[in-house]
């Protein structure tokens, strides 16, 4: 290793011991930086990625969309086009649940959706349906199959008096009869303690008819690692986990902490650690330089085994919250959400119904009365849009008193159309504009789009970690500057930027 430059030379690593799923570039910062990480930050570590040995990296899911453009001032296409131009012999992921999260979708949408991520790189998408339900399974994994992506099913771990051995068991032999390449135990909420492992692995091995099975779990409750070590003594050969400092926290566990203890374990570990070192390097770099939270391991905390609100969840309400002036109603909220979770009949908290029951969670206590009033997708979700299984486990008054009320009733008459992409297109007076501008549309404003392409294309994030020379030759290629003056104790290096002669 050449001091703490980024290897981008060295060949991958030999495929045989346990495989990692890479997951810092999504999950990582959608669990600690709220999403903020930019492209320009992945850029100049991208090459190096690719050549570690990862089985896969995961690189964006739906939710990036709104905040790339809205806060970013980024185009996500760009960072799905550029990364996939570094990233050329790993499989790049996306997390393909809902193309919108928080709105009812056509499914042509979300067709649309799938054939532009893979148009512009996306090889593999690990997709969850929400209630772990065959039939969105299947329609999602036609979908990513007929637009050539490899689908990952994902087999959502939950705690409630439903979610028994025999639950797991039953969605697993669904699952598996969709005959994909790969299934994926995920634990969201950092849910899973070694002991469930040991019971639960079992039992989705002996239901998933021979299919590879990989592990997602995240560090909320501390036993993230233990898990994935458990997880491994029984027969699990791929795991999910995050370069610190986006590891640890409430994200997924540390690659180089889960790798040692495999060796000292005496499991081969088919990853290069050499390499991604000077990768944590950036990241920390960036995470001191821009202020965002270095993640570290947590105190176990029963609480979240009741509220069970997942990482990335936290990380965002958090932030929402401090912005309006409320964090210090986060603890009210989270104790809040066990109630209104009970109430709606034990859904898994995970994207959209976690924050459904979130935000309702954060409504009853700041208007100091339940379901005094509530949110649409709520209203919805007692009509049975969001899944008939949650509209038919509710308890029975706090169902009533939610449709109890105008706003429901309209709701009740309408039934949601699947219209074709074309006829959306002239539905939002957007018939001349492309396809991925289009996706971008139905979940922003014109303006904000105008606002991010103003913004100019993604800008490679330099870090003091560069030798000069590459600084240099990085900053002459930018145009958005007149003058840029490098100064170390006496050495002063001037860039102007002027007429040729």
Not at 146 to 156: A, E, R
Not at 255 to 282: C, M, W
Not at 482 to 499: D, F, P, W
Request: a neutral charge; hydrophobic letters at 40%.
């Amino acid at each position: 290793m050449r001091g703490k430059e980024f290897d981008h030379g060295k060949k991958p690593v030999n495929n045989d011991g346990i495989k990692f799923v890479d997951t810092t570039i999504r999950d990582g910062h959608q669990s600690l930086w709220a999403e903020s990480m930019t492209t320009g930050m992945m850029l100049p570590v991208a090459e190096a990625m690719d050549r570690a040995g990862f089985d896969a990296i995961e690189l964006i899911s739906s939710s990036h969309l709104k905040k790339c453009v809205r806060e970013l001032k980024e185009n996500p296409w760009d960072r799905v086009k550029l990364v996939s131009q570094r990233i050329k012999n790993t499989p790049l992921r996306l997390n393909a649940g809902r193309f919108s999260a928080f709105d009812i979708t056509p499914r042509s949408m979300y067709r649309l959706f799938m054939e532009r991520m893979a148009a512009n790189g996306i090889r593999e998408a690990r997709i969850s349906e929400e209630w772990n339900e065959l039939e969105g399974w299947e329609w999602k994994t036609k979908v990513s199959r007929d637009v050539g992506i490899n689908p990952v099913l994902n087999i959502i771990y939950s705690v409630s008096p439903k979610h028994t051995d025999e639950y797991f068991a039953e969605r697993t032999r669904q699952a598996a009869s969709l005959k994909v390449n790969r299934l994926c135990l995920k634990d969201p909420g950092g849910l899973l303690t070694p002991e469930r492992v040991q019971t639960l692995v079992p039992i989705v091995f002996a239901n998933a008819n021979g299919i590879p099975v990989e592990l997602h779990t995240h560090c909320t409750t501390g036993l993230g690692p233990l898990c994935c070590l458990e997880a491994v003594k029984l027969g699990i050969k791929i795991v999910n986990t995050a370069l610190p400092p986006l590891a640890d926290g409430s994200s997924n566990p540390s690659l180089f902490n889960v790798a040692k203890n495999l060796r000292a374990l005496g499991y081969q570990t088919a990853i290069d650690e050499e390499i991604l070192r000077p990768v944590s390097d950036h990241f920390t770099y960036i995470a001191k330089r821009e202020g965002f939270p270095i993640g570290a391991p947590v105190e176990y905390d029963y609480s979240q085994y009741q509220h069970q609100v997942p990482g990335g969840m936290i990380s965002n309400l958090r932030s929402q919250l401090k912005k309006v002036g409320l964090e210090n109603k986060i603890d009210q909220a989270l104790e809040e959400t066990i109630q209104v979770r009970a109430d709606l009949g034990y859904p898994i908290m995970v994207t959209p119904l976690s924050q459904f029951v979130g935000s309702q969670a954060a409504i009853n206590v700041i208007v100091g009365e339940r379901y005094k009033e509530v949110t649409d997708q709520i209203i919805q979700y007692a009509l049975g849009y969001w899944g008939k299984e949650g509209s038919e486990l509710m308890a029975p008054e706090v169902k009533a008193k939610i449709l109890d009320r105008p706003r429901a009733k309209e709701w009740a008459e309408r039934i949601p159309p699947e219209p074709s992409v074309a006829e959306l297109r002239k539905k939002m007076n957007c018939e001349n504009i492309s396809d991925e501008d289009f996706l971008l549309r139905w979940n922003l404003e014109a303006k904000e789009i105008e606002e991010m392409k103003a913004a100019g294309a993604p800008k490679e994030y330099l870090t003091a970690n560069q030798p000069l020379v590459k600084l240099i030759d990085a900053l002459s290629q930018r145009k958005d500057y007149r003058q840029i003056v490098i100064q170390k104790g006496e050495m002063v290096v001037s860039l102007n930027r002027g007429t040729a002669a």
